[in-house]
């Protein structure tokens, strides 16, 4: 079952267990695309995203499963990232 959750202010966490990376990149993508062509409340967005997959070599538990994350979206959010997106696979 797929979780969708707000994980901080201005921050949604997508658990996403029956999707592999290639279809949560097609959700994010859609996502990102969906956000920046309608403003909410005439305010223009400016989204980012951080993809982490599991189970990958690199991530040994949860809580290395979150900093991986909030990697990809801090290097996403500084322009890192491919179109607003850093994944850990890229």
């Known amino acids: ?3 969708l959750a707000r994980f901080a202010p201005t921050v949604f966490l997508f658990l996403l267990p029956g999707t592999g990376p290639d279809g949560a990149e097609v959700l994010a993508r859609r996502m ?3 956000l920046r062509e309608r403003p909410l409340g005439g305010v223009e967005l ?5 993809l982490a997959a599991v189970p990958s ?3 040994g ?12 979206l801090r290097r996403a959010q500084a ?3 491919d179109g ?3 994944a850990t696979w890229q």
């Open 57 to 59: 070599s690199e991530i």
């Open 79 to 81: 322009g890192a990232g």
């Open 1 to 3: 079952i797929d979780v």
């Open 61 to 72: 538990d949860r809580k290395a499963f979150l900093v991986m994350a909030e990697s990809c």
């Open 32 to 34: 990102l695309t969906a």
């Open 84 to 86: 607003g997106l850093c």
């Open 46 to 50: 400016d989204p980012a995203c951080g």
